[in-house]
């Protein structure tokens, strides 16, 4: 008995291993092509815009050692905390908003007229501002994730369900209770969601920022890198912002999985 | 005590041109007793679950008097506790802290609070379950939660609203049998808003049978029968037979006059 179960378990492993292999076929195929085009049909001078895998890595290599990279990443990700722990503040007014009309009312407006401007529309005035360095653009990045936190909060208070708010206040819930106890609690799986998408804003807002406003970051590493035409660490750069975008949202999406076991069985 | 006394309640939704209003309930009386299990009868649309929202205090009457115990009811609170069709359990909270939370929101002490929520998760039959969460339960349990969530704040009055409506048949067959061993343990004045005829005789002492538009009590019947109440015994038989024409025929009279208004 035990027997099958654990051939059976080996077999789905191995075709699970061997599908996600599969997966990966064009991107090293793709990776082979740039990797013979760059050193076999480029010119010398054509090869240093387009610098192949290999060169990458030895780059990466170096930025790693040196801790260069490492140092960059970290000043960019704390920007990017500090920005959040800011636009935090949209979570209670969003909740003022989708529970009491009239903060509604008074707020939208303003709101309605800000949300649109793209943050990075905001980098003129706040180098005037702020000057250039990390609180303008821990600024810029504020904006990024402010608004997407805002309005999916707004949405999920507005969305809870009458049923849960009528069944706490016929148990003796008065309006604080009903307020932080359910509809906060509610409304938590769509707030979690703006932040999703509000780092994510954030984090492209981020390298914006830094391109022009900063001395230290990624976005900083891959324009000084531009100058010296450094294409190797240009593109290393880039990639680690990529995958650090990608591994912020994985943590977020981790997280809430973890903290709101019960939201899973909502989306079924 | 605990009695309710309905007394020419009247509800008018107000749209944005008077053509637009409608009249969803016009001069309802009754009395419900002390301890009596009074069901709601009628079709969808009679108004039913608006009395009983108006009684929880989730809406408010247009004219008449609403009375539990000579007071006039007000705010929603824990003296009339509500279970509802689709159970609105907390999905965030466990079987045990949804039980438990209108105890906490009275207030009452920690020691108290965890006897009277084990005691009320064994009344429901869900020792055991008291981890789970809402999302893992079957219909017929969660429902057990939420009676439990309400009973354990020792409501008055408990309103139910269709609350076997969304089970499958055998499952509410069960959550009937339950219902009545659940109440003839802890004693309440229930009110029960149904559309099923067998459901209302299985359980009720009273049954107030509505008409629709406007929503009025047709009749207010008595139920003196033993429990537990067989379908096939001649004395429910009988009864279920009075009720049907009594609904069937307020049908009829509506298309009438749907006919002669050339509808």
Known sequence: MEQVVDKAQSKTLKVSVLSQLRNL??????????????????????????????????????????????????????????????????????????????????????????????????????????????????????????????????????????????????????????????????????????????????????????????????????????????????????????????????????????LLPWSVGLSK | MSRLVVSDVCKAYTGKNTTDSVVALQNVTFTVAHNEFCSILGHSGCGKTTLLNMIAGFERLTSGKLLLDETPVGKPGWERAVIFQDYALFPWMTVYENIAFGLEMKKVPLKERTYVTEQHVQLVGLAGFEKRYPHELSGGMRQRVAIARALAVDPHVLLMDEPFAALDAQNRAMMQNEMIRIWETERKTVIFVTHSIEEAIKLSDRIIVMTCRPGHVKENIVVDLPRPRHEEDPAVTTLKRRIRSLINKELEDESCTAKKNGL
């Open chain 1, 25 to 258: 076929t064009l991107l090293s195929i793709l990776l082979i092509a740039w990797q013979l085009i760059s050193t076999k049909l480029l010119s010398e001078s054509m090869a240093l815009l387009m610098p192949p895998p290999t060169a990458l890595a030895t780059a990466a290599w170096e930025l790693i050692k040196s801790g260069e990279l490492l140092h960059h990443l970290l000043s960019s990700l704390k920007r990017e905390l500090w920005a959040f722990l800011l636009a935090a503040g949209a979570i209670p007014l969003g909740i003022a908003m989708g529970w009491w009309k009239i903060v509604h009312n008074q707020m939208d407006p303003l709101i309605e007229i800000l949300r649109p401007i793209p943050p990075l529309a905001w980098i003129p005035l706040s180098i005037l501002w702020f000057g250039i360095g990390d609180s303008q653009n821990v600024f810029i990045i504020f904006l990024g994730i402010f608004f997407p936190i805002l309005l999916n909060t707004i949405t999920g208070v507005k969305n809870v369900e009458t049923n849960l708010i009528r069944a706490a206040r016929c148990v003796g819930a008065n309006e604080w209770n009903v307020l932080r106890r359910v509809v906060f609690k509610a409304a938590f799986p769509q707030i979690v969601t703006g932040i999703r998408v509000g780092l994510g804003v954030g984090w492209m807002a981020l390298v914006a920022a830094e391109l022009v406003g900063a001395s230290s970051g990624l976005g900083f590493l891959i324009n000084d890198a531009r100058t010296m035409l450094r294409t190797d660490i240009v593109i290393v750069g880039m990639l680690t912002i990529g995958v650090a975008g990608l591994l912020i949202d994985v943590i977020i999406r981790k997280l809430s999985r973890r």
